[in-house]
């Protein structure tokens, strides 16, 4: 197994039965995507009476795990994107067509 894949297999077995993507989806989006830090905190882990383990995608490409099913649908689109919202996701749907050199159109508000 390549070293970008270990980790992200690992975390995609822990969705259990919900997401079952095909080796080549996870080497993909392995590769792509960052590998983010698993944090924990004891001030939350005294709040709530036990371990607390929080993924931190806030560092992740877009600043949200959305980035990793966006390079993965963007991989999949024949012609480019569209994407809008006003959040993280349409910011998610333009990195991941820049990094594989699609067209894409980015749909926001102003004042998002």
Same mark, same amino acid.
């Given at each position: 197994m390549k070293p970008c894949l270990s980790a992200f297999a690992a975390e995609m077995k822990m969705l259990g039965p919900l997401f079952? +993507?095909?080796?080549d989806d996870l080497q993909f989006v392995a590769c792509q995507a960052l $590998?983010? +830090?698993i944090r924990s905190s004891s001030a939350m882990d =005294?709040?709530?009476g036990r371990m607390i383990h929080v993924k931190d995608e806030t560092v992740q490409r877009s600043g949200s795990f959305?980035?990793? *099913?966006?390079?993965l649908g963007v991989r999949n689109a024949e012609r480019g994107v569209? =994407?809008? *919202?006003a959040g993280n996701f349409p910011i998610a749907v333009g990195l991941a067509a820049q990094a594989l $050199?699609? +067209?894409a159109c980015l749909i926001m508000p102003?004042?998002?």
């Open positions: 079952e +993507p095909s080796a $590998n983010t +830090p =005294a709040r709530v959305k980035f990793r *099913g966006a390079v569209v =994407a809008a *919202g $050199n699609k +067209p102003s004042d998002a």
